[in-house]
T-cell receptor, first 109, second 115 residues
Framework: GIQVEQSPPDLILQEGANSTLRCNFS?????LQWFHQNPWGQLINLFY???GTKQNGRLSATTVATERYSLLYISSSQTTDSGVYFC???????????FGKGTHLIIQP | KAGVTQTPRYLIKTRGQQVTLSCSPI?????VSWYQQTPGQGLQFLFE???????NKGNFPGRFSGRQFSNSRSEMNVSTLELGDSALYLC??????????????FGEGSRLTVL
């Protein structure tokens, strides 16, 4: 099946810093989503972005499907941005989302 | 509009018992998927239902089963519980199959502890 690698696994930043999270995948995809898992476990949709670039406030994402990677940018980080960020993809087999192991982000005040 | 609703949120069972979890999708969504999250294995796809039919199934034993009703609500069942079934079970809904499952929206999860 499709493989998903996220980097870095852990990231500690000061409030106000910018960050870039990366997601590499091993095959072409029909679906790519970025999620933020809140402390209670719910996966919050950030972006549905199988290709192209999107922006939502301080967050933006870019997927370069031909090169099989996606980037999530967080600008002017706030402590509430802390948590685990997951990239998930679905290949052509429509066999559900395959999740990466996540990036654990800690924003310190 | 209301999001994906999962019940119960927390439950404790003992080995050998069985459990049923429920998921109500976003209104108008006809596809429901289930995922298991554990510290060791991360997030793994269990199965997906659309129009009361299982479309896809992940690599889980037959003890894990599910169904979808005509109103798109879904249930999953785990029989003969094992300690390793302790996990957060997440349900997701989407409009329906197009190219893949489409954009998924997740519920808050059901946290199962098996003693």
């Amino acid at each position: 099946g499709i493989q998903v690698e996220q980097s870095p696994p852990d990231l500690i930043l000061q409030e106000g810093a910018n960050s870039t999270l990366r997601c590499n995948f091993s095959d072409s995809v029909n679906n790519l989503q970025w999620f933020h898992q809140n402390p209670w476990g719910q996966l919050i949709n950030l972006f549905y972005i199988p290709s192209g670039t999107k922006q939502n406030g301080r967050l933006s994402a870019t997927t370069v499907a031909t090169e099989r990677y996606s980037l999530l940018y967080i600008s002017s980080s706030q402590t509430t941005d802390s948590g685990v960020y997951f990239c998930a993809v679905e290949g052509g087999g429509a066999d559900g989302l395959t999740f990466g192991k996540g990036t654990h982000l800690i924003i310190q005040p | 509009k209301a999001g994906v609703t999962q019940t119960p949120r927390y439950l404790i069972k003992t080995r050998g018992q069985q459990v049923t979890l429920s998921c109500s999708p976003i209104s108008g969504h006809r596809s429901v998927s289930w995922y298991q999250q554990t510290p060791g294995q991360g997030l793994q796809f269990l199965f997906e239902y659309f129009s009361e039919t299982q479309r896809n199934k992940g690599n889980f034993p037959g003890r894990f089963s599910g169904r979808q009703f005509s109103n798109s609500r879904s249930e999953m069942n785990v029989s003969t519980l094992e300690l390793g079934d302790s996990a957060l079970y997440l349900c997701a809904s989407s409009l329906g199959p197009g190219l893949g499952t489409g954009e998924l929206f997740f519920g808050e999860g059901s946290r199962l502890t098996v003693l």
